[in-house]
């Protein structure tokens, strides 16, 4: 199952590169999942707004680990869900 990525800039910067340090906004499923990948202890940085938004990416990872199917982007660059989600259930608690 494929999700679509943002630009490859996007990607490959972390939140403090490119986000209004006084400026909230939503990291997609895509850009969570590659900041656990590359630095599983920081998330390179990417913040996470537990409550109100990243409620919806337990769900999503956890139907890629049900399924066995890893996450891949539309340039075909594979992630592991499980550690997404890990990062997600550090960040936030385990619900």
């Known amino acids: 199952m494929r999700l679509a990525a ?3 800039e996007v ?6 590169d490119i986000a209004d340090p006084n400026e909230e906004w939503c990291v ?9 990948e590359r630095d599983p202890v920081n ?5 996470l707004l ?7 990416l337990r769900p999503l990872y956890q139907s890629f680990i049900d399924s066995g199917e890893p ?3 539309n340039m075909g660059t594979v992630f592991v869900p499980a550690k997404a989600l890990e990062a997600v259930n550090k960040r936030c608690g385990v619900h």
Request: aromatic share 4%; with cysteine; glycine share 6%.
């Open 11 to 16: 990607l490959e910067s972390t939140h403090a």
């Open 6 to 8: 943002p630009e490859t």
């Open 71 to 73: 996450v891949t982007d």
């Open 43 to 47: 998330t390179e940085g990417q913040l």
């Open 28 to 36: 997609d499923a895509i850009a969570w999942a590659s900041s656990a």
């Open 50 to 56: 537990c409550e109100p938004t990243h409620g919806d």
